[in-house]
């Protein structure tokens, strides 16, 4: 499957199948970078409202985007890719490997995505995060997130 987002990039976008990826509406708590990325998201749509952590032990780079500069996207998830896949054509890694240091360190390069309400995490690592459901989340405690998104 190929699609153009907002002009910056020509993907070919594959599954990757994680406890996230059919979350009924992911929202992004934290992104914390040191030493690891650790990025919680939480199931807001979800009765309990399940809690989740990516940890991401090498990474050579990561971006976090506002989604709405990545528009496009929105009209292949949740339904056809679901919140989490990986860029296979990407032009990020091809950029990064013109430097020889970065392709000696990571040869096996993964572009990693993944799509929440208001972000959209990009991540650059040879070797798959770990991804463990934390305890639920209080259902007192406020929705996170940088928006207010209703529901009928």
Request: with cysteine.
């Amino acid at each position: 499957m190929e699609t153009k987002t907002s002009g910056y990039y020509s993907w070919s976008i594959a599954n990757w199948e994680t406890p996230l990826s059919r979350a009924e509406s992911l929202r992004l708590e934290t992104l914390v970078d040191s030493q690891q990325l650790v990025i919680t998201m939480q199931d807001i749509q979800e009765e309990r409202r399940p809690r989740f952590c990516v940890t991401f032990q090498k990474y050579p780079a990561y971006r976090n985007i506002n989604e709405s500069y990545r528009n496009t996207l929105w009209k292949l998830k949740p339904g056809e890719i679901g919140w989490t896949f990986v860029v296979e054509n990407s032009d990020w890694i091809r950029e990064l490997k013109a430097d020889p240091v970065f392709e000696t360190q990571f040869p096996a390069a993964t572009h990693y995505v993944i799509c929440t309400e208001d972000d959209v995490i990009e991540v650059i690592s040879s070797t798959p995060p770990t991804i463990s459901e934390l305890p639920m989340a209080n259902l007192h405690d406020p929705i996170p997130g940088k928006s207010d998104i209703y529901f009928k």
